[in-house]
């Protein structure tokens, strides 16, 4: 079965400082990898997603993130964060037969920003 | 370009009644996800439509759960006889889906239910 470990539950980094948040995976075969971010009272928004090609996928909000099959790993990375950037952070590996049919999310990664 | 709604936003009700929730998908889309999200969790998948047709459903559906899309357009969830481990924010998701094709599944912004 497929699952998502995002191991840091809650992070904190300064405004303008540089941002890894870490996603591993188990999937048995080429996985669908996403990552979402949640604000609260909003809905579930994707920053960006990997099926294969360029294993560095650059997103929207100046996100990007590198695919890393020998690591299992997918983590997202921008350079330098902005105080709107604080949020819940979700890892998600699709799954079904065409790989978007069900979304596995990981718990999570909260992000604060101090100035 | 309205996108997924969800109705009502908050239901809180009383162990062992009965509540339903209300997604409206984006019009164009023909596949409909529900899925479940508790405190300190991500959201765990429950079910997906294809048009009317159900196609999946998690094993967290329980016989309590019920849902239906009817005319392949909005979608309902029904818990009966809730109980407590029934609260949760219940996210709706659509997309526009082919075999073989991935697209965006776009989220509402969810119905959060407390059982007192």
């Known amino acids: 079965a497929q699952s998502v470990t995002q191991p840091d539950i809650h992070i904190t980094v300064s405004e303008g400082a540089s941002l890894e948040l870490r996603c591993n995976y188990s999937?048995?075969?080429?996985?669908?990898l996403f990552w979402y971010v949640q604000s609260p009272g909003q809905g579930l928004q994707l920053l960006l997603k990997?099926?294969?090609?360029?294993?560095l996928v650059q997103g929207i909000k100046g996100f990007e993130a590198e695919f890393k099959r020998s690591q299992s790993s997918f983590n997202l990375r921008k350079p330098s964060v902005h105080w709107s950037d604080a949020a819940e952070y979700f890892c998600?590996?699709?799954?079904?037969?065409?790989?978007?049919?069900?979304?596995?999310f990981g718990t999570g990664t909260r992000l604060t920003i101090i100035p | 370009d309205t996108g997924v709604s969800q109705d009502p936003r908050h239901k809180i009700t009383k162990r062992g009644q009965n509540v339903t929730f209300r997604c409206d998908p984006i019009?164009?889309?023909?596949?409909l996800y529900w899925y479940r999200q508790t405190l300190g969790q991500g959201p765990e998948f429950l079910t997906y439509?294809?048009?009317?047709?159900?196609?999946?459903k998690s094993r967290l559906l329980s016989d309590r759960f019920s849902a239906e899309r009817p005319k392949g357009s909005f979608s309902t969830l029904e818990i009966q006889r809730t109980e407590q481990g029934d609260s949760a924010m219940y996210l709706c998701?659509?997309?526009?889906?082919?075999?073989?094709?991935?697209?965006?599944?776009?989220f509402g912004p969810g119905t959060r239910l407390t059982v007192l």
């Open positions: 998701a659509s997309s526009l889906g082919a075999g073989g094709a991935y697209n965006e599944q776009f």
């Open positions: 999937y048995g075969a080429t996985p669908y």
């Open positions: 990997y099926f294969s090609g360029d294993t």
């Open positions: 998600a590996v699709g799954g079904g037969n065409f790989g978007n049919e069900k979304l596995t």
């Open positions: 019009s164009e889309h023909n596949r």
């Open positions: 439509f294809q048009n009317e047709a159900q196609l999946e």
